[in-house]
């Protein structure tokens, strides 16, 4: 993944930025949000832009990203359901990965972090009538989910670097 403070980072190097960053703001904050939300863009292929972001609540946050290239979906409906898939793939990975680091260190417990998905869907448009569908599947899959206009890590972030 990369990140625009950090640079290329591992997926071990992800979760170590993200449990450092809870822990230096741990006393300061209102509590942090961990995020996962996917955007695309048709292009010759379709680019597709998975974030994760952790927000400090009321103080900012970081961010990181990954692009991937893969055979043009022209389909809103296709398109939408695979950038469901791979929010829902990098959130398994990454809750997985959290836990495996906390069972290693004891004074970080993540169980304090709220974790949700982003959906670049809305109310109004053509990705209206996919809102009750994609959030019944990720909700069925343990996860809180916030679409547009609170959806910001797969409307705002990923949007503008699917670009």
Same mark, same amino acid.
């Given at each position: #993944?990369?990140?625009?403070?950090?640079?290329?980072?591992?997926?071990?190097?992800?979760?170590?930025?993200?449990? &450092?960053? $809870?822990?230096?703001?741990?006393?300061?904050? @209102?509590?942090? &949000?961990?995020?996962?939300?996917?955007?695309?863009?048709?292009? !010759?292929?379709?680019? #597709?832009?998975?974030?994760?972001?952790?927000?400090?609540?009321?103080?900012?946050?970081?961010?990181?990203?990954?692009?991937?290239?893969?055979?043009?979906?022209? &389909?809103?409906?296709?398109?939408?359901?695979? @950038?469901?898939?791979?929010?829902?793939?990098? +959130?398994?990975?990454?809750? !997985?990965?959290?836990?495996?680091? !906390?069972?290693?260190?004891?004074?970080? /417990?993540? @169980? /304090?972090?709220?974790?949700?998905?982003?959906?670049?869907?809305?109310?109004?448009?053509?990705?209206?009538?996919?809102?009750?569908?994609?959030? !019944?599947?990720?909700? +069925?899959?343990?996860? &809180?989910?916030?679409?547009?206009? /609170?959806?910001? +890590?797969?409307?705002?972030? +990923?949007?503008? $670097?699917?670009?």
């Amino acid at each position: #993944m990369i990140s625009p403070t950090y640079g290329s980072c591992s997926d071990d190097q992800v979760v170590r930025i993200i449990v &450092n960053y $809870i822990r230096t703001n741990y006393k300061t904050s @209102e509590g942090f &949000n961990l995020i996962v939300g996917t955007d695309s863009q048709n292009y !010759s292929d379709t680019k #597709m832009v998975v974030v994760i972001a952790v927000q400090n609540i009321g103080h900012g946050g970081i961010f990181f990203y990954d692009v991937l290239r893969i055979k043009r979906i022209d &389909n809103i409906r296709q398109k939408l359901l695979y @950038e469901t898939s791979m929010s829902l793939k990098c +959130a398994d990975k990454l809750i !997985s990965k959290l836990e495996d680091f !906390s069972k290693k260190q004891t004074d970080f /417990d993540f @169980e /304090d972090v709220n974790f949700c998905i982003h959906v670049d869907a809305g109310t109004k448009g053509k990705t209206s009538k996919l809102i009750p569908d994609l959030v !019944s599947w990720i909700r +069925a899959c343990g996860y &809180n989910c916030k679409i547009k206009p /609170d959806s910001f +890590a797969a409307s705002s972030i +990923a949007d503008k $670097i699917s670009k």
